[in-house]
């Protein structure tokens, strides 16, 4: 695949991933920086990301939009993310000692994508705070298998000093209910700091690449899925492909929906939800929310 700065392709190549070590020349001080959540913050946000291929890390914009948007909440003790893919019953945990290196689940991409390196502090704290919500079932965690591009490719534009002590929490299933309830398991994380993330994308249509016109669908099903969100209609979310217009175009498969379903899960308010970044890029929508 060729890359192209602000994936458009009428401006010249430039090296891969070169947006990003412009942003963590500009930004890391900030960054480090940057105050950490106390209680008095009252309870972390959830979030829903459209987290974007490998190129996504040569577009200045999301790069600009995600570390915006990650300073306007303090930075988290923690986070606990849930990618569209890993998907493994019952749900199990990854990666949470200092260090381990990241899961590179893709391939086609450049070869730099692959020694881009994102090695967060010890998590183990928060691995057994999971196991213990998670339970009765036991909970296997997978210490060899970091945190993959569903993960660490939207983190290292949040917070790029690699300071937040990340684990990765496996989707037991791709049923919306599923997530819907284990969304509502972690929602007592958010009032001990920790940021609660459904690592997805809006609208996921490899189609509408061949067929632009497609595009339309992606649209219908953005809007749609954004007045549902006003709504707090957990239901219609979960009932999607019956309920949302174009929704065998925008999402053929469920992986990259129903972590949405996480992030309304992990809520207080399920009609609380604000759009902070919001564009279509190549016929999908990269739509990312906040809730409270």
Avoid: C
């Avoid at 994936?7 to 991933?17: E, F, G, I, M, T």
């Avoid at 020349?25 to 920086?33: F, N, T």
């Avoid at 009765?136 to 790029?160: C, S």
């Avoid at 549902?228 to 949302?244: E, I, N, T």
């Amino acid at each position: 695949m060729t890359t192209t700065s602000s994936l458009n392709p009428s401006v010249p190549p430039r090296a891969p991933a070169a947006a990003y070590d412009d942003l963590l020349a500009r930004v890391l001080p900030q960054a480090r920086g940057q105050r950490v959540w106390t209680p008095s913050d009252g309870p972390m946000p959830s979030l829903f990301v459209s987290h974007g291929a490998p190129f996504t890390l040569d577009d200045p914009q999301w790069l600009d939009d995600l570390f915006g948007w990650a300073r306007s909440m303090p930075k988290p003790r923690a986070v606990v993310v849930v990618s569209a893919h890993w998907e493994q019953a019952p749900a199990a945990i990854s990666g949470a000692a200092a260090g381990v290196p990241l899961h590179y689940d893709f391939s086609g991409f450049h070869p730099r994508y692959k020694t881009l390196p994102y090695a967060t502090p010890d998590a183990t704290d928060l691995a057994r705070r999971l196991t213990g919500l998670l339970g009765p079932t036991p909970v296997h965690e997978f210490a060899d298998r970091g945190l993959d591009h569903g993960a660490f490719i939207p983190l290292m534009a949040m917070y790029p000093a690699a300071d937040v002590p990340v684990v990765q929490l496996s989707m037991p299933g791709l049923d919306p209910g599923a997530l819907l309830d284990l969304g509502t398991r972690l929602r007592p994380l958010r009032e001990e700091g920790v940021l609660v993330l459904g690592s997805g994308f809006m609208t996921h249509s490899f189609a509408v690449f061949r067929r632009p016109e497609l595009a339309a669908a992606t649209a219908a099903f953005d809007a749609w899925a954004v007045d549902a969100l006003a709504r707090g209609d957990a239901d219609a979310l979960a009932d999607y492909r019956d309920k949302a217009p174009g929704a065998a175009i925008a999402h053929p498969t469920a992986d990259h929906f129903v972590p949405l379903l996480l992030t309304v899960g992990a809520a207080d308010d399920p009609g609380s939800a604000v759009s902070a970044i919001d564009r279509m890029v190549m016929g999908n929508s990269t739509r990312s929310v906040q809730l409270v």
